[in-house]
C-alpha cells in the first residue's frame, strides 16, 4: 500500500514538476529510427541534430534563454509508425511540435496534409517531395538545401564532365540502380528528360525493399555493361551494391552514388569492395569544424553525447544531423527575432522563420560551419534555398572531397517543379498564394 | 451472479437464434456501440483518434478480412496487405476517373476490384492446401506491388508512385477532421462487422466451416468446393480491400505501395493468431493488441524512464516488441490456438457460473 502511495505521489509530483519547468522551452520532436535496415541513417541523422541543440543548451543556455527540449520517438522508417510519432509529439511542449523532420521520403509524404492543417513545417532537408520546393502550393513543407530533382541534375553533369563534356554522353549508357520506395522512384522522370536531351541511355534498375539481395541486377549490368552506374540506395542496400559490384568485377570508381549511399556506414561494411567509390554530398564530414568542436568540448567530453561509438563523432551522418540542427534553430532565431525574443515560438511562427531563413558566408563562419554545408538561402518561392551538390571518393579509410560546390540544372527542375506542384494544386483544390505579400 | 441467464426463456425459433442470445451481450454491445459513436469522438483527443483508435479500426477490418478466409474457411494466406493495397490503389481511381463518384460507392469497388483479384488468387486453392497454398498466396502479394509499382496507371503516373488520398465528402458533409475520419470508419467498420457475424451464421458460413474442418466430408455431403472456396476468397479479398481504401484514406492520407509491404501481411495473420483464428470477436482483440502493444511499449518506457531514472535505448524498447511478439504467437500457438477470444469465452463461461460453480 505505502509503495503504491508513493509511486503515486511521485507520478503526480512529476506531473506539477513538468507543468511548472514546462514553460520557456521550445519543443523540436525527435522522430528518428534507431533500429532496423536502416538505423544507421536515422541514428547518425538523429544523433546530430540532438547534439546540437545538445550543444546551444550547454553553451548558450538555448537560444536567447529558450532552453531547446525534444522526446524520441522510434519510426523504424515505416509510414504508420511516422504518423504515430508525429500526433504523439506534435502537441507536446508549451507550443507544441516547433517543427518535424520526418527523415522518410514515405512519412514526409504523409505528412504534407497532415502539418499543413495543423500548421507545423517539415522540413525534410534532401529527401522527400521535390516539387514541394514550390512555396506557393506547399507553405508549410521545406525541402531545404537541396532536392533529389536538383541532385539527379548534378548526378548527370558530373559524369558529363568526367567524359569530357556532356556533348560525349551522346550513346553512353547510364544504370540508374535505385530503392523501390517512393524515394528511389523520384529522380526517374528528371533522369528520362536528361536522357532525350543529352542522348544517353537510362537503365532503371530496381532493388526491392530492403535491398540485401541484388544479384539479379548486378548480373543484368555485367550483361549491359553500362559506362557509369547511379547507385540511389539507403540504409543495407548500399555496402551489398558495392560488394555486388565487386563480384562482376564492375569499376567501383564508375558508380556514383546519391547522398543517401554515400557515408561512412555505407562504405565500411563492404570492406575493400567500396575502395574507389564515388558519392554525391549536401555536408562535409569531418571533427575539425569550431562547431564539431565546440560539441565535442560541451556534449561530448560531459558525457551527454548520442553515440555510444564515439568514432561516428563527424561522420557524415552526424555531421548531416548537425546541419539540420543548425537550419532549425537558425530559422528558431529568426522567428524570435521577429515575434519576441527569449518566448517559445509557434509553429506557425517557425514557417515564416524558415522561410526567411538567410544563412551566408559570414553567417556560418560565425556558427563555425564554413564548408560544413553550402549557403542557403530561403524564400516564399524557392523552398530549396541552395540546390548545390558536392562529390567525394572513398578511398578506403575515408571519404575525401574531391568537386567544389556543383550548381544544378536550375530551369529544367524548376520546369517540373512548377507543373508538379500546379497539377497537386489542382488536384487538391489549392489556392497558390501569392508571393509578393508577405503574410505570416 | 451478474451474466447469468436464468429467467430469460425463448419462445420462438427466432428469439433462439439471434445473434446475441443472451440479454447481457445485447446491453453490453447496445452500450458499446454508443460509447463508440457517441462518446468517443467527445472525449477522444486527436492523437487518440488519428492515431491509435482509427488505426486499430480500420486494421480490425482487414483481421476479420483474412479472418474469414483462414479462420473460417480453412485456406491459409499471406496476402492479405496486396488485396489491401488494391482497395486502396482502385478507390483512389475510382475517385479520380469516375467524377462525382460518392466515396462509400468508390470503397465498394475498390473491394470488389480487390475481391477480383483474389478470386483469381483464389484458384489455385482449388487444387492445393496448407503451406503450399500459403506460398501461392504469398506470389500474390509481391506480384500485386510489383504491378502497382511498375504500372504507372495505378499511380495517375505520379513520379514517385505514390497516390494521395482526394477530399472525401458525404452528402455535402466534409470529412476532414480525425472525429469525421473515425466515425466514417466505424460506421463501415460496424456495418461489415455485423454482416461478417451474420454470413457465419447463415448456410454460406456452415459450408465454410465444413470445408475448413474436412473438405473431402465437405464435398462429399454436396457442398460444391469450387464455389465455397472461391467465395471465401472473393469476400475475404473485399474485406480487405475495403480495410485498405480506409486505410489511405481515413489513417494515412498518402500512400506508396511499400506501405502494404509481407511485413503488413505477416501482422495481420498474427491478428488473427493472436486474437483468435475463426472468430469476429477475435479479430477485433488481436488488432488491438498488435496496433497498441507497441505504442503502449514505448510510451511506458518513457514513464519508466522518468519514474525510475532509468535511460531505456530505443534499441532495447523495439527489439524487446520484437521479443514479447515472437513469444507471445509461440505461447497462443502451444498453449491457446484459439487466442484471446476463446480466454474471453471461457471467462464468460465461468461468470454464468460464479459466484457458485457447482
Known amino acids: 500500500m505505502n509503495r503504491k502511495l508513493a509511486a503515486a505521489a511521485a507520478i503526480l509530483g512529476f506531473a506539477i514538476n513538468g507543468a511548472a519547468i514546462a514553460q520557456n522551452e521550445q519543443f523540436v520532436p525527435a522522430n528518428f529510427y534507431w533500429v532496423g535496415p536502416y538505423a544507421p541513417g536515422g541514428s547518425g541523422f538523429g544523433g546530430g541534430i540532438i547534439d546540437y541543440m545538445q550543444m546551444l543548451n550547454e553553451r548558450d543556455g538555448g537560444i536567447n534563454g529558450v532552453k531547446l527540449t525534444w522526446e524520441k520517438c522510434e519510426t523504424e522508417y515505416n509510414n504508420a509508425r511516422g504518423v504515430e510519432c508525429y500526433e504523439r509529439s506534435k502537441k507536446k511542449g508549451p507550443t507544441g511540435a516547433t517543427v518535424v523532420h520526418p527523415l522518410s521520403t514515405g512519412i514526409t509524404y504523409s ?27 506547399f507553405p508549410y513543407v521545406f525541402p531545404l538545401i537541396t532536392t533529389y530533382w536538383s541532385q539527379a541534375t548534378v548526378l548527370i553533369k558530373f559524369i558529363g564532365q568526367k567524359a569530357g563534356g556532356m556533348d560525349k554522353l551522346k550513346g ?93 556506414e555505407d562504405v565500411l561494411p563492404a570492406g575493400s569492395a567500396a575502395k574507389g567509390y564515388i558519392s554525391a554530398g549536401f555536408n562535409a564530414p569531418g571533427s575539425e569544424f569550431p562547431v564539431m568542436k565546440d560539441i565535442k568540448k560541451f556534449v561530448y567530453d560531459k558525457g551527454k553525447g548520442e553515440f555510444e561509438d564515439k568514432s561516428r563523432f563527424g561522420s557524415i551522418y552526424h555531421t548531416r544531423g548537425v546541419v539540420a540542427g543548425i537550419v532549425t534553430t537558425e530559422a528558431i532565431r529568426l522567428a524570435q527575432a521577429k515575434f519576441g525574443k527569449g518566448k517559445p515560438i509557434t509553429g506557425e511562427q517557425m514557417r515564416w522563420g524558415i522561410e ?16 560544413l554545408m553550402p549557403t542557403l538561402k530561403v524564400s516564399c518561392m524557392d523552398h530549396e534555398g541552395s540546390g548545390l551538390v558536392k562529390f567525394q571518393q572513398w578511398d578506403g579509410a575515408k571519404w575525401k572531397v574531391i568537386t567544389d560546390w556543383m550548381e544544378p540544372d536550375r530551369k529544367l527542375v524548376r520546369e517540373k517543379v512548377e507543373a508538379d506542384a500546379s497539377q497537386y494544386a489542382k488536384e487538391k483544390g489549392i489556392q497558390p498564394r501569392d508571393c509578393s505579400k508577405d503574410a505570416l | ?189 460496424a456495418v461489415l462487422a455485423l454482416a461478417a457475424k451474420n454470413l457465419m451464421r447463415s448456410a454460406t458460413g456452415r459450408a465454410f466451416m465444413a470445408v475448413r474442418d474436412m473438405d473431402v466430408a465437405a464435398s462429399v455431403i454436396g457442398i460444391p468446393m469450387m464455389k465455397t472456396k472461391l467465395l471465401a476468397f472473393a469476400i475475404s479479398s473485399f474485406y480487405c480491400g475495403v480495410a485498405g481504401a480506409l486505410y489511405a484514406y481515413c489513417y494515412l492520407g498518402t500512400v506508396e505501395p511499400e506501405a502494404f509491404t509481407l511485413d503488413l501481411s505477416f501482422r495481420v495473420l498474427f491478428m488473427i493468431i493472436i486474437g483468435g483464428v475463426g472468430s469476429i470477436l477475435g479479430s477485433f482483440l488481436g488488432a488491438a493488441f498488435i496496433t497498441l502493444f507497441p505504442i503502449l511499449l514505448s510510451v511506458g518506457s518513457k514513464w519508466i524512464e522518468t519514474l525510475l531514472g532509468i535511460e531505456m535505448s530505443h534499441a532495447v524498447v523495439s527489439n524487446t516488441e520484437a521479443i514479447i511478439f515472437g513469444s507471445l504467437i509461440i505461447l497462443f500457438l502451444i498453449v491457446e490456438p484459439l487466442g484471446l477470444a476463446r480466454m474471453w469465452q471461457v471467462v464468460k463461461e465461468k461468470l454464468r457460473l460464479w459466484p457458485f460453480p457447482h
Open chain 1, 172 to 264: 553512353k549508357k547510364i544504370a540508374f540502380v535505385y530503392h523501390d520506395s517512393a524515394y528511389g522512384k523520384e529522380p526517374i522522370p528528371v533522369l528520362t528528360d536528361m536522357a532525350k536531351q543529352y542522348g544517353y541511355e537510362l537503365i532503371p534498375l530496381a532493388v526491392p525493399h530492403p535491398g540485401n539481395e541484388q544479384q539479379a541486377q548486378w548480373l543484368q549490368i555485367r550483361q549491359a555493361k553500362p559506362d557509369n552506374v547511379i547507385l540511389w540506395g539507403w540504409g543495407v542496400m548500399n555496402p551489398t551494391a558495392l560488394k555486388a559490384a565487386a563480384k562482376i568485377g564492375y569499376p567501383r570508381d564508375k558508380i556514383i552514388g546519391a547522398w543517401w549511399s554515400g557515408a561512412e
Open chain 2, 1 to 189: 451472479m451478474l451474466y447469468r441467464e436464468a429467467g430469460q426463456f425463448k419462445s420462438t425459433y427466432a428469439q433462439d437464434q439471434q445473434i446475441f442470445p443472451i440479454l447481457q451481450d445485447r446491453v453490453a454491445v447496445a452500450a458499446l456501440l454508443v460509447v463508440a459513436f457517441i462518446v468517443v469522438p467527445i472525449v477522444g483527443d486527436q492523437y487518440w483518434l488519428a492515431a491509435l483508435i482509427t488505426p486499430f479500426l480500420i486494421l480490425s477490418l482487414a483481421a476479420l478480412g483474412l479472418n474469414i478466409l483462414t479462420g473460417y474457411a480453412g485456406q491459409l494466406s499471406l496476402g492479405a496487405a496486396a488485396f489491401m493495397a488494391i482497395g486502396a490503389f482502385m478507390t483512389y481511381n475510382a475517385v479520380l476517373r469516375i467524377p462525382g463518384i460518392p466515396i462509400l460507392a468508390a470503397f465498394a469497388i475498390g473491394g470488389l476490384c480487390a475481391a477480383a483479384v483474389g478470386i483469381v488468387f483464389g484458384l489455385p486453392s482449388l487444387r492445393i492446401k496448407g503451406l503450399y497454398l500459403a506460398v501461392a498466396t504469398l506470389a500474390c502479394q509481391f506480384f500485386v506491388l510489383w504491378a502497382l509499382n511498375r504500372v504507372g496507371w495505378f499511380s495517375n503516373y505520379s513520379s514517385s508512385g505514390v497516390i494521395t488520398a482526394q477530399q472525401m465528402s458525404i452528402l455535402g458533409y466534409p470529412i476532414a477532421t480525425p472525429a469525421a475520419k473515425y466515425l466514417l470508419t466505424l460506421s463501415v467498420v
Open chain 1, 356 to 371: 526567411h531563413l538567410n544563412i551566408d558566408e559570414k553567417r556560418l563562419k560565425e556558427l563555425g560551419a564554413s564548408g
Open chain 1, 111 to 137: 505528412l504534407i496534409e497532415k502539418a499543413t492543417a495543423d500548421k507545423i513545417p517539415l522540413i525534410s532537408m534532401g529527401y522527400g517531395r521535390t516539387s514541394a520546393a514550390d512555396g506557393r502550393v
